[in-house]
């Protein structure tokens, strides 16, 4: 299990750095617009940037935390899933109980995703809020090895916490564009004001010496709405790049781990071989779920989405069957190993 291991902890310290980059690239945001604010007086003040910067932070934390607490809803209602009862589905609910005492986590709630396509993910807060979605269409053509192969997947998912860093991301993300949104708001807002200003002073003819208080209010609001347009052109797509290499990585690991749980390269390599032979699309998966799912979700014409192609959100279907084939050995040295001990 040596290379297996070794796969783990390669990938952990790989999202651990990516994470990292992800609060340095809000700081860097936060520190941008406190730059803003403190070229306003007469001499720089470094104190009003790291106050702004320190405050993006928090309000990012705050943020982020709301967000994951109800990310499971957020999720669900946005994919069009149905929360299912053990009554519903027995055999589905059957494998994710056993991979689920396996990896010592508690049941997840399971949800039915109304889908063709082949698909499914895992999200919740950590593996007490946990869930599974998986798609009518994956249901139908997986069998139990297979089906067994991406629940075990998924059951990674929830024991890794990567449902957690996965809602942090997509929250610090949102978080992003909606400051970049908000000072653009705001810029346009402070713009307006100065134009009813000036029309104001213009009806009275002592008030000229408030014309180049609405001119500095015009030029702080351009400024405010350039600044906002710089962090939606160039800060979302660097976070969103960074929550792709996340999503990358922690795909890696989530296949090592699941075949951990079922002791089954196969399964998962033949659920894998079923995903690469099926281009249907997905009418509910975005940019934000997308990366979640096992597989990137085709979009209406049949094709990954350009904006996650670009950032390959999910290593190549080809990339991680190999990969699994290479740890086949891993298991079928240690099955040996048992029988001759049995013997």
């Known amino acids: 299990m040596e290379t297996i291991n070794k796969q783990v902890s390669q990938n952990r310290r790989r999202t651990w750095f990516v994470m990292a980059a992800f609060v340095v690239v809000v700081a860097i945001i936060g520190f941008l617009i406190g730059c803003?604010?403190?070229?306003?007086?007469?001499?720089?003040?470094?104190?009003?940037?790291?106050?702004?910067?320190?405050?993006f932070l928090t309000a990012a934390a705050i943020y982020a935390v709301i967000t994951y607490m109800g990310v499971t809803n957020i999720l669900m209602r946005g994919s069009g899933a149905t929360k299912l009862q053990e009554s519903d589905d027995p055999q589905l609910f059957n494998i994710i109980s056993d991979l689920a005492?396996?990896?010592?986590?508690?049941?997840?709630?399971?949800?039915?995703?109304?889908?063709?396509?082949?698909?499914?993910?895992?999200?919740?807060?950590?593996?007490?809020?946990?869930?599974?979605?998986?798609?009518?269409?994956l249901r139908k053509m997986m069998n139990?090895?297979?089906?067994?192969?991406?629940?075990?997947?998924?059951i990674s998912h929830i024991k890794n916490y990567d449902i957690r860093v996965?809602?942090?991301?997509?929250?610090?993300?949102?978080?992003?564009?909606?400051?970049?949104?908000?000072?653009?708001?705001?810029?346009?807002?402070?713009?307006?004001?100065?134009?009813?200003?000036?029309?104001?002073?213009?009806?009275?003819?002592d008030s000229k010496g408030s014309w180049a208080f609405v001119?500095?209010?015009?030029?702080?609001?351009?400024?405010?709405w350039l600044g906002g347009w710089l962090v939606r052109i160039i800060g979302v797509p660097v976070a969103q790049v960074l929550q792709f290499a996340v999503s990358r990585e922690r795909e890696s690991l989530a296949d090592v781990?699941?075949?951990?749980?079922t002791r089954d390269p196969q399964g998962l390599i033949d659920a894998l071989t079923v995903l690469k032979n099926d281009s249907q699309p997905m009418k509910h998966a975005n940019a934000s779920s997308?990366?979640?799912?096992?597989?990137?979700?085709?979009?209406?014409?049949?094709?990954?989405?350009?904006?996650?192609?670009?950032?390959?959100?999910?290593?190549?279907?080809?990339?991680?069957?190999?990969?699994?084939?290479k740890l086949m050995g891993d298991y079928s040295g240690s099955d040996d190993q048992n029988n001759d001990l049995n013997q």
């Open 290 to 325: 997308a990366a979640l799912y096992i597989n990137e979700p085709k979009n209406k014409s049949g094709k990954t989405p350009f904006v996650l192609k670009m950032f390959d959100t999910h290593p190549p279907l080809d990339e991680r069957i190999d990969r699994l084939k």
């Open 257 to 261: 781990s699941g075949v951990n749980l």
């Open 36 to 55: 803003i604010f403190a070229s306003r007086e007469e001499t720089f003040d470094m104190q009003v940037a790291l106050y702004t910067m320190a405050g």
């Open 101 to 137: 005492m396996a990896a010592n986590v508690p049941m997840p709630d399971v949800y039915m995703i109304n889908e063709e396509a082949p698909n499914a993910f895992a999200t919740g807060r950590d593996p007490k809020h946990a869930a599974v979605a998986v798609t009518v269409g």
């Open 166 to 205: 996965s809602s942090i991301t997509v929250a610090l993300t949102s978080f992003i564009a909606g400051a970049g949104t908000f000072l653009i708001i705001a810029g346009i807002g402070l713009m307006r004001n100065a134009s009813w200003m000036s029309f104001a002073d213009d009806r009275d003819s």
């Open 144 to 154: 139990r090895e297979e089906l067994e192969g991406v629940i075990a997947h998924e």
């Open 215 to 224: 001119m500095g209010m015009v030029a702080f609001g351009a400024i405010i």
